[in-house]
């Protein structure tokens, strides 16, 4: 795919004025970092330097199932070291780390903010392997956008899909997963037709698959282990708009996250504002002197339940406006006036369009979780049965989710005689995995 590369990741606009961007190359990002805060050069270094030793463990490694042991002990054997930081690693939170280092609160704050664009979560709630990925990704590949819109991602993996043979069916919703004497042996969709296969894989949420997929006397205990642990993230308010392209300063950046004046709203609902203005990086998404704004903020699914037609969508104006204007004050002033479209999505949409229950971006530890210690793997305790995406290990985010995908496809091919299997050195791992997640 022709990409265009994003020289500046995200844009922070924080409380007390602290504006800090996140360059693509990392030593500008850390001068910028610590020309905001260089009492505390040392801290900063020494805290993403322990997001870079997990990013270089993890990329040194051949990535595929953790659940596999003749995988995992042959990489042990080849990458000792590496093996060993990413189990260190693995029940630590971001936060943790940070503040073995860093003691300024607003700097502190601003790890937080960092942690809540991965995991809608702050730092001391985020697994430090999951920052680890992202926060030195951004700068090891940089980010990169598809030339026509990321929805060439999409379309291209589709393609992939079909050129090795494989079918895509649309408008075919899964109504439920078909069990025959406690294993998965197919699926029913909504107009009545059966499809039966070895191996089943559900890319809906655990709460989809073994709440609605499944009924409720096929719930196998870790499945209810995971919901003690994990609770839903809230949804999101999205605005989609289309405004003259004259009210943006010339160095707009694509990305920004806008935090005004508290701290200690960053993770309620509205508190935060995320803005993606594509056309900054790629102008043919839009009209000549037009530009693209997509804006978000977290919103949870009951503030939009039971409201008739008229007030549900009289009060998407109204909270639309009002995010629309701290932009305007904070960003671009003049910005309402400039639009020349807008539409409002909220939970309910996401909800019906991605067919997530409750609308939810994933799953968010109820506590102060153990690092990665509770999240599932691929495997379930139906047999034929996996899952992928957000509510498997490593959890939310684009590489934590295309990993999981990874990770099954080699775990399925060991399963079905693709790859070398032990089956005793399986049940052995498999029973290690479930009892650490007892752990967390």
Same mark, same amino acid.
């Given at each position: ?155 291209? !993996? ?195 369009? !991605? ?86």
């Amino acid at each position: 795919m022709d990409v265009i590369p994003d020289p500046t990741t995200v844009h922070f606009h924080l409380p007390n004025n602290l504006s800090v961007q996140v360059h693509r190359e990392y030593s500008e990002f850390i001068n910028e970092l610590t020309s905001k805060f260089p009492h505390e050069k040392e801290g900063i270094l020494k805290f993403y330097g322990e997001c870079w030793k997990i990013f270089n463990a993890l990329n040194s490694l051949q990535l595929k199932s953790l659940e596999e042991p003749i995988y995992l002990f042959g990489q042990f054997f080849q990458k000792p070291l590496e093996c060993l930081t990413l189990a260190y690693y693995l029940p630590q939170n971001a936060g943790d780390i940070a503040r073995k280092y860093v003691k300024d609160p607003d700097l502190l704050s601003f790890i937080d903010a960092e942690c809540f664009i991965v995991s809608t979560v702050n730092a001391l709630r985020t697994p430090m392997i999951n920052a680890g990925m992202v926060l030195c990704d951004r700068h090891f590949g940089g980010i990169n956008y598809p030339v026509g819109g990321v929805g060439g991602i999409a379309k291209s !993996l589709a393609e992939g899909l079909i050129d090795q043979g494989s079918e895509i069916l649309y408008k075919a919703n899964v109504t439920n997963i078909i069990i025959d004497q406690g294993k998965a042996v197919g699926v029913k969709i909504s107009d009545g037709r059966e499809f039966f296969a070895q191996t089943i894989i559900s890319n809906a949420t655990r709460w989809d698959t073994f709440g609605k997929l499944l009924k409720a006397e096929n719930l196998p205990k870790e499945e209810e282990n995971f919901q003690k642990v994990y609770v839903k993230a809230p949804s999101f308010l999205s605005i989609h708009m289309g405004v003259k392209a004259d009210v943006l300063p010339p160095d707009t950046d694509c990305h920004h996250f806008v935090l005004e004046d508290d701290w200690t709203r960053l993770e309620e609902p509205y508190g935060s504002i995320f803005l993606s203005i594509p056309t900054v990086l790629d102008s043919s998404l839009a009209p000549k002197g037009r530009h693209i704004l997509h804006i978000f903020t977290t919103s949870p699914l009951e503030d939009w339940e039971g409201l008739p037609p008229k007030d549900y969508e009289a009060k998407k104006e109204l909270i639309a406006d009002e995010i629309i204007g701290r932009l305007e004050k904070k960003l671009f002033p003049g910005l309402k006036s400039s639009i020349v479209f807008k539409e409002v999505g909220t939970p309910k949409t996401h909800r019906r369009y !991605l067919a997530r229950d409750m609308g939810t971006y994933g799953p968010m530890p109820r506590q102060i979780p153990k690092g990665l210690l509770g999240m599932p793997f691929n495997t379930t305790g139906i047999s034929g049965l996996y899952c992928v995406g957000d509510s498997c290990f490593p959890g939310q985010g684009v590489i934590a989710v295309a990993f999981s995908g990874v990770m099954c496809a080699h775990r399925v091919a060991a399963d079905i005689g693709l790859e070398k299997k032990s089956p005793i050195l399986d049940a052995a791992l498999l029973g290690l995995l479930g009892w650490l997640r007892t752990l967390a």
